[in-house]
């Protein structure tokens, strides 16, 4: 259980509106405070402590949430503000298969949760470790429908469409909204470095990159990012750029140690000057991590 002095869970989560018709519920980023455990979690180490963010699109009556938050106590702050919308319609999209996106499905559980098959698949695979971690998800509520490829929805007046996107996770959904070129980007962009959950399969997250920059994007809202950019409409196309250049650096320290032994700074230097990151000193030990495993020193844990 939460040890006492901590924020109760989803007490410090605020709505922010980045875009008509967008609600983005985010916790997190708060000097000093954790949510769950002063000891290692990966509700605080993996989401609260980074910043974490999800989304819903609204149109009329019809809602469709992207990911469920880190916990139920959050996931039931969506659904009441979503209910206080007038909302009475609601789908929801899963992002990718890990913890910080998935540990409110129970509380739609009477809703359609949609996933790409191979989110489901993860889900089956480690749900008995996710149902008794720490902090647990029990019961870990899964997909009711799966996709593949590609998927097109309507919410309401708004067209939205699924696209699978094999980057950081190999499971990967994100949401387009082609009228707008907006684009709710999952963990698949992160600001201000992607967090290295697949390290055996970096080259593979950068082409698919490379295939993301040519998509028809204007603005991106990710699920881990700054709070005040988030607020404002989210990040440009170039976010995408910035997180291609840091993969291929992630490639390229394993012939340069150099590189690899260089602080986060100066690898993402440039990208802040130009506004397409922004600095938050804790990812220095993401980066860390994100080093270690591409060269094979450390275990990871997703």
């Known amino acids: 259980m939460p040890e006492p002095g901590f924020p109760a869970?989803?007490?410090?989560?605020?709505?922010?509106?980045?875009?008509?018709?967008i609600l983005a519920f985010y916790d997190g980023r708060i000097e000093g405070a954790r949510a769950w455990s002063a000891g290692p979690n990966w509700l605080d180490d993996g989401a609260y402590?980074?910043?974490?963010?999800?989304?819903?699109?609204?149109?009329g009556t019809d809602a469709?949430?992207?990911?469920?938050?880190?916990?139920?106590?959050?996931?039931?702050?969506?659904?009441?503000?979503?209910?206080?919308q007038g909302v009475t319609g609601i789908r929801v999209v899963l992002s990718h298969w890990h913890r910080d996106h998935v540990a409110g499905?129970?509380?739609?559980?009477?809703?359609?949760?949609?996933?790409?098959?191979?989110?489901?698949?993860?889900?089956?695979?480690?749900?008995?470790?996710?149902?008794?971690?720490?902090?647990?998800?029990?019961?870990l509520v899964m997909p009711t429908a799966t996709y593949e490829g590609s998927m097109r929805l309507k919410v309401g007046e708004v067209e939205v469409e699924l696209r699978h996107a094999d980057i950081h996770s190999h499971d990967g959904?994100?949401?387009?909204?082609?009228?707008?070129?907006?684009?709710?980007?999952?963990?698949?962009?992160?600001?201000?470095?992607?967090?290295?959950?697949?390290?055996?399969?970096?080259?593979?997250?950068?082409?698919?990159l490379r295939r993301m920059a040519e998509w028809p994007v204007e603005r991106i809202l990710p699920d881990h990012g700054d709070p005040q950019g988030i607020a404002a409409g989210g990040y440009g196309p170039g976010f995408i750029d910035?997180?291609?250049?840091?993969?291929?650096?992630?490639?390229?320290?394993?012939?340069?140690?150099?590189?690899?032994?260089?602080?986060?700074?100066?690898?993402?230097?440039?990208?802040?000057?130009?506004?397409?990151?922004?600095w938050f000193p804790p990812y220095e030990e993401v980066h860390r991590r994100n080093v270690e495993n591409v060269l094979g020193r450390s275990r990871q844990s997703e």
């Open 64 to 84: 469709l949430v992207y990911d469920t938050h880190i916990s139920p106590a959050h996931a039931r702050i969506v659904r009441k503000t979503l209910d206080q």
């Open 242 to 278: 910035a997180t291609g250049r840091y993969v291929a650096k992630l490639l390229n320290c394993r012939d340069d140690p150099a590189l690899a032994a260089a602080p986060l700074r100066d690898w993402i230097a440039e990208d802040v000057a130009a506004g397409s990151v922004n």
């Open 173 to 208: 959904t994100i949401l387009l909204l082609p009228e707008t070129g907006l684009m709710l980007a999952g963990d698949t962009l992160e600001d201000p470095i992607t967090y290295v959950a697949e390290p055996h399969r970096l080259e593979i997250h950068l082409d698919s």
């Open 9 to 21: 869970l989803g007490s410090t989560l605020r709505v922010l509106r980045p875009a008509p018709g």
């Open 49 to 59: 402590v980074l910043g974490v963010c999800t989304y819903a699109v609204v149109s």
């Open 105 to 139: 499905n129970e509380v739609f559980a009477d809703c359609e949760i949609i996933a790409h098959a191979l989110t489901l698949k993860a889900l089956r695979d480690n749900r008995e470790t996710m149902e008794a971690g720490d902090p647990p998800i029990r019961p």
